[in-house]
């Protein structure tokens, strides 16, 4: 008997506890403990890189680097996000004087984990529209200007505090021309 008594107040005790933690004033003091995941950021970042115009007639290289601004709002699970960029910056070809500009916009998804949570990693999805402008300085009648649709795959760390977070990234792209592209982007983001 005595052991049926040691067991059915251990059930009493363990099912007090269990209770007691579904009572809601428990959850207000769980919520005033730990904030609630931030559900935005906002990013400023640096890019470099260049798109792959090689072809039967031509074997050429254009360059680019420039600054951009990404945001992104968490789709109501966290590791999941809309991700948006509107990025400009300078461009030019390898051959010739040829230099300009690029300006690009972008929207995809992006999921992200966590090793810990100060060390995440992310991985995306864009679609974007870029153009760019270019003239040969040493014969302006010579222009570049085009403007490409194309596919973006994504790819970096995200280490940081909550709300302060570094993001060094990889960008592969590819455009309606078969054209690839390849960049290095760093990202200083603040989340809320």
């Known amino acids: 008997m005595t052991n049926f008594t040691l067991l059915a107040t251990a059930l009493l005790v363990i099912g007090g506890t269990s209770f007691a933690r579904a009572d809601p004033s428990d959850d207000v003091s769980d919520e005033l403990t730990s904030p609630p995941a931030p559900t935005h950021y906002l990013q400023l970042a640096a ?7 090689t072809d039967a007639r031509h074997d050429q290289f254009d360059v680019f680097a420039g600054g951009a601004v990404d945001g992104g709002y968490a789709l109501g699970y966290h590791h999941l996000w809309l991700h948006g960029r509107l990025a400009t910056g300078a461009a030019g070809r390898d051959i010739g004087g040829y230099g300009g500009e690029m300006i690009q916009a972008r929207l995809g998804i992006e999921a992200r984990g966590c090793v810990v949570s100060v060390v995440c990693a992310f991985a995306g999805a864009d679609v974007g529209v870029t153009r760019y402008q270019m003239a040969d300085y040493t014969n302006p009648i010579m222009r570049v200007d085009h403007t490409d649709v ?12 909550r709300s302060f977070r570094v993001r060094p990234e990889l960008d592969l792209g590819l455009d309606q021309h078969a054209r690839s592209s ?8 603040y989340l809320w």
């Open 182 to 189: 390849v960049a290095l982007t760093l990202g200083f983001a």
């Open 150 to 161: 194309g596919v973006f795959a994504r790819a970096g760390l995200d280490i940081g505090s």
């Open 47 to 53: 890019f470099a890189g260049g798109v792959d115009h």
